[in-house]
């Protein structure tokens, strides 16, 4: 998406081989009119999937998730992160493990939300090692629904997070695709683009 990559080319800090900085316009401030696009943009792309709901995780999958469903008109939902595990009958739960961060943390949706007749999209901002979207996919399947796709802002491609999700069958359509950090810069994997 080409309004996404400039976006990451002129504003975007890439603060070692690994980590993209967004603050400006994804994880901190907020862009409202590259959100909207965005919707717009995954609205298009999976337009004949029969999406019943939108599903991401929270915080910064929210805004970009909200815009989708906005656009496809059906309910969003986040998935709430949480450290201690507490069983509970009316939790669809998965177990997510950030490379990134070094930490296990537990993701939920209750149970009134989803359910078997659910055709899921989810959104998410970033495809590092793919736990996140993993994670969400498990939720899906626990409630009985169907995963329609996998829908991301920017995935780094030479995590394996990409070639995961592919593995595991899923759609994944991702707006900015990045094959290196390297020396400060970005670049992505397709130079030309729309
Ligand atoms: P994974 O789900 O693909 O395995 O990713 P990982 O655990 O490594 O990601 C942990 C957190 O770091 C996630 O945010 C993810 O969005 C974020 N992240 C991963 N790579 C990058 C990057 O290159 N740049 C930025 N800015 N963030 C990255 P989170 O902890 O869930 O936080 P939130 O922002 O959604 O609240
Ligand atoms: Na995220
Ligand atoms: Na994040």
Known sequence: MKLLKEK????????????LKVDSFINHQMDPFLMKEIGKEFAKLFKGE???KVLTIES????????????????VIFARKRKSLTLTSDLYTAEVYSFTKQ?????????KYMDAGDNVLIIDDFLANGQAAIGLAQLVRQAGGTVSGIGILIEKSFQPGAGEIRKQGYR?????????????QVQFADAKET
């Open 8 to 19: 990451i080319e002129s504003e975007g800090i890439v603060l070692n081989e690994n980590i």
């Open 50 to 52: 029969h999406i019943t």
């Open 60 to 75: 910064s999958g929210i805004a970009p998730a909200i815009m989708t469903g906005l656009e496809l008109e059906v309910p």
């Open 103 to 111: 930490e296990s943390s537990e993701i939920t949706v209750s149970n």
């Open 172 to 184: 994944l359509e991702s707006l900015a695709r990045i094959k290196s950090l390297a020396d400060k």
